[in-house]
């Protein structure tokens, strides 16, 4: 098998078939002597998207699918695509167009002059509100700014990976996904492949605000301390700026007489400490919280049906 293209569907019943047709298209004229696959994984979607998919494999052989019990996130379904995926080569697609089928020819090119790894980088993005894209470009900024590895901005999901990458991230049991941050962490040759984003070609985006924080906090608490550090050096510094006042206050109350009982600096430094106390303790809570799901060891996700073998050797879950 030459590739695999794996394929997250949640809701995207508009979508299905027009992706289908376009990557059918786009692979067959690629001549794959190998040959391809399509893997469809159905996050719980509560539509008619499952129906559409086993439309498909009645049509297609090539088409292989999962379907999830229930919602488990974008992440985990892609990761259980790629856990099943069999090709040299895959590539990781959204459902809804808005990454082009037409780019895989030109990702798998570069691929095969020595990469291991060819992610498809955002020129631009069409139809997305101002808010999303305001706080897609601040988040992707901070995560730079804060992580070791260099995972690259304005890049989601959609690349063509070798099957060494893949392997590599079976082998990481992390129960918070954050596939491109791990795909950066595990290294080799990369490159990337600029393009225009276009709209979502129909339905309605299943990334909702809680979702993306949700991607966002575990991006950060999977490959960055800092907020940790942060945490310590704020409290060490609030401490340094109380100790201060407090030799003040001395001075003011013994060796000057214009002192007054002071109500407003009271409850400043109680609120202002109050404030930083509990957000330290929230950020060690995000971490702590991660901590004790990956604890528990629970499966990534659990399937429902699917026309594909359970894989065997290293799965992902732990
Ligand atoms: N998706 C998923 N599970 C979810 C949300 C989204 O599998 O809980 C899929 C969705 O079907 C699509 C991809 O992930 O193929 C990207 O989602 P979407 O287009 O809604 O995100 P956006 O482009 O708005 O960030
Ligand atoms: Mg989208």
Avoid: C
Wanted: hydrophobic content about 40%; cysteine-free.
């Amino acid at each position: 098998m030459d590739l695999s293209v794996v394929i997250p569907i949640y809701n995207e019943e508009a979508n299905i078939l027009s992706l289908y047709e376009r990557l059918r298209g786009v692979l067959d004229g690629m001549l794959l002597p190998g040959g391809y696959e399509f893997i469809f994984v159905n996050d719980g979607s509560r539509d008619k998207s499952l129906v559409l998919i086993q439309h498909l494999i009645v049509r297609d052989t090539r088409v292989r699918y999962v379907d999830f019990s229930r919602n488990f996130g974008h992440q985990i379904a892609v990761t259980a695509g790629l856990d099943r995926a069999t090709g040299e080569a895959v590539v990781i697609i959204d459902a809804d167009l808005q990454d082009p089928p037409e780019l895989i020819p030109q990702l798998y090119q570069r691929l095969h002059e020595g990469y291991e790894v060819v992610y498809a980088k955002r020129r631009s993005r069409q139809g997305e509100s101002a808010a999303k894209k305001f706080t897609a470009k601040l988040f992707y900024r901070i995560l730079a700014s804060i992580t070791h590895i260099s995972i690259p901005v304005d890049t989601g999901d959609f690349r063509i990976i070798s099957e060494k990458v893949v392997r590599a991230l079976r082998q990481m049991p992390e129960q918070n996904k954050f596939i491109r941050g791990q795909i950066s962490w595990i290294g080799y040759r990369q490159t990337y492949v600029e393009y225009d984003r276009a709209e979502r070609a129909g339905g309605a985006t299943g990334y909702t605000y809680r979702k993306m924080l949700r991607l966002a906090l575990d991006g950060i608490t999977a490959f960055s301390d800092v907020p940790l550090k942060a945490a310590t050096i704020s409290g060490f510094v609030v401490s340094g700026l109380a100790f201060l006042v407090m030799i003040y206050t001395l001075y003011a109350r013994f060796a000057t007489d214009n002192y007054e009982a002071g109500w407003a600096s009271l409850m400043i430094s109680i609120l202002f400490l109050g404030g930083v106390q509990l957000i330290a303790v929230g950020i060690i809570g995000e971490y702590l919280a991660r901590l004790s799901a990956n604890v528990r060891q629970r499966p990534l996700y659990i399937v429902s049906d699917s026309n594909l073998p359970e894989p065997t050797s290293e799965p992902s879950a732990t």
